[in-house]
């Protein structure tokens, strides 16, 4: 089955730009979302169809998908963007169509 | 308002079985796919099963598959999952959450906590 790969962790300063890396093969040819997971609380969809923002998600956060990576970027980071991160496909052509990337924590130093 | 509602979970010896429930509100449950998903202590999130809007497609994940059964009564707005031969290893925090266009999870419930210890 298909498989999703992110670092274990990404720390970067208050202000500066973080960015979250999910692979996959040929990950360009299917849409990517993210997730943001805080402790305790359950998961909130931050991009949905590679870079698409629901509403209430800041502009800070974008995404884009290209041959084997997508990209989580988060702009002018705050402490209050410290936490979990999932990147997640539909794989159309599988029996197990939803796969979830094992997570990014974010640290804000 | 969508609200997704989990509940059933509890404390269950290895072997045992659990019936977890989602009561779903705010949107027209009958054209929503449907999909659980889990996450153990200090671990990732793992998808769990998929249920089409009819009912008439499921799929499961290979650590549950012939062990676990998804449901759903569309006249009750309500979907299920029934977990039998349970294992340590199927300790987690279940959520149930409707497939969005593209099959994202742009709604979750707050999650209904399973553990199997004796």
């Known amino acids: 089955s298909y498989v999703l790969t992110q670092p274990p962790s990404v720390s970067v300063a208050p202000g500066k730009t973080a960015r979250i890396t999910c692979g996959g093969n040929?990950?360009?040819?299917?849409?990517v979302h993210w997730y943001q997971q805080k402790p305790g609380q359950a998961p909130v969809l931050v991009i949905y169809?590679?870079?698409d923002r629901p509403s209430g998600i800041p502009e800070r956060f974008s995404g884009s998908n290209s041959g084997n990576t997508a990209t989580l970027t988060i702009s002018r980071v705050e402490a209050g963007d410290e936490a979990d991160y999932y990147c997640?496909?539909?794989?159309?052509?599988?029996?197990?169509?939803?796969?979830f990337g094992g997570g990014t924590k974010l640290t804000v130093l | 308002e969508v609200q997704l509602v989990e509940s059933g979970g509890g404390l269950v010896q290895p072997g045992g079985s659990l019936r977890l429930s989602c009561a779903a509100s705010?949107?027209?449950?009958?054209?929503?796919?449907m999909n659980w998903v889990r996450q153990a202590p200090g671990k990732g999130l793992e998808w769990v099963s998929y249920?089409?809007?009819?009912?008439?497609?499921?799929y499961y994940a290979d650590s549950v598959k012939g062990r676990f059964t998804i449901s759903r009564d569309n006249a009750k707005n309500s979907l299920y999952l029934q977990m039998n031969s349970l294992r340590a290893e199927d300790t987690a925090v279940y959520y149930c959450?409707?497939?969005?266009?593209?099959?994202?999870?742009?709604?979750w419930g707050q999650g209904t906590l399973v553990t199997v210890s004796s």
């Open positions: 169809y590679d870079s």
């Open positions: 040929n990950i360009g040819s299917k849409s």
């Open positions: 249920i089409s809007s009819s009912g008439s497609t499921i």
């Open positions: 705010g949107f027209t449950f009958s054209s929503y796919e």
């Open positions: 959450a409707p497939s969005a266009a593209g099959g994202g999870f742009d709604y």
């Open positions: 997640q496909v539909w794989d159309s052509s599988s029996d197990h169509p939803v796969v």
